[in-house]
């Protein structure tokens, strides 16, 4: 199996922050990745797929890079909104995988 | 306007099989390369990715949990259909069922399912 491993756990930010979470696979995905934000109670929402591929209707302060076995997540300037948790998929392998999660928390 | 919902029962006991259906509207699995997955999530825990199922019936599951899953589907009826069998109190979760294209793009609500005797 491909393991997708998250950092940090949980973060802190404040509204206006700059944010980034990582994304690492236990092997090569090419850019097979998506990104995903939840909030409690709610299905998952798709953000960003083929790595840096911004799902229609997402804010532009959301985007993704990398490729390969590291990607990263970053909200330019945090709003309300996006205190959430986010977790990454690959979807490169005979069998898909998530990421354990990344809680953003208010500060 | 794609939409899916999950329907099944919301308790089972240990070691019974759970049967959850999806329904789903607004695309077909006639289409090329659409598919149907199921995700679940403990409560307070990560999502897990369970089973994929393509229009041409290929068929992906997890590796840790094959040997208890099976997904099938009606295209007729836009239905797909995941059986998980020898339920144990562990497999407490909500159980998501999602458009896989891009890969999940669209998901349904998401069913509690608790297991207890």
């Known amino acids: ?107 | 306007q794609i939409t899916l919902k999950e329907s099944g029962p919301t308790l089972v006991k240990p070691t019974q099989t759970l049967t959850l259906t999806c329904t789903f509207s607004g695309f077909s699995l006639y289409t090329s390369g659409v598919a149907v997955g199921w995700i679940r999530q403990p409560p307070g825990k990560a999502l897990e990715w369970l089973a994929l199922i393509y229009w041409d019936d290929d068929k992906r599951y997890s590796p840790s949990l094959k040997n208890r899953l099976t997904v099938t589907k009606d295209t007729s009826q836009n239905q797909v259909v995941l059986t998980m069998t020898n339920m144990d109190p562990v497999d407490t979760a909500t159980y998501y069922c999602a458009h896989g294209l891009v890969p999940f793009d669209f998901w349904g609500q998401g069913t509690l399912v608790t297991v207890s005797s």
């Open chain 1, 1 to 107: 199996d491909i393991q997708m491993t998250q950092s940090p756990s949980t973060l802190s930010a404040s509204v206006g922050d700059r944010v980034t979470i990582t994304c690492r696979a236990s092997q090569s995905i090419s850019s097979w990745l998506a990104w995903y934000q939840q909030t409690p109670g709610k299905a998952p929402k798709l953000l960003i797929y083929k790595a840096s591929t911004l799902e229609i209707g997402v804010p532009s302060r959301f985007s993704g890079s990398g490729s390969e076995t590291e990607f990263t997540l970053t909200i330019s300037s945090l709003q309300p909104d996006d205190f959430a948790t986010y977790y990454c998929q690959q979807y490169n392998s005979y069998s898909w995988t998530f990421g354990q999660g990344t809680k953003v928390e208010i500060k």
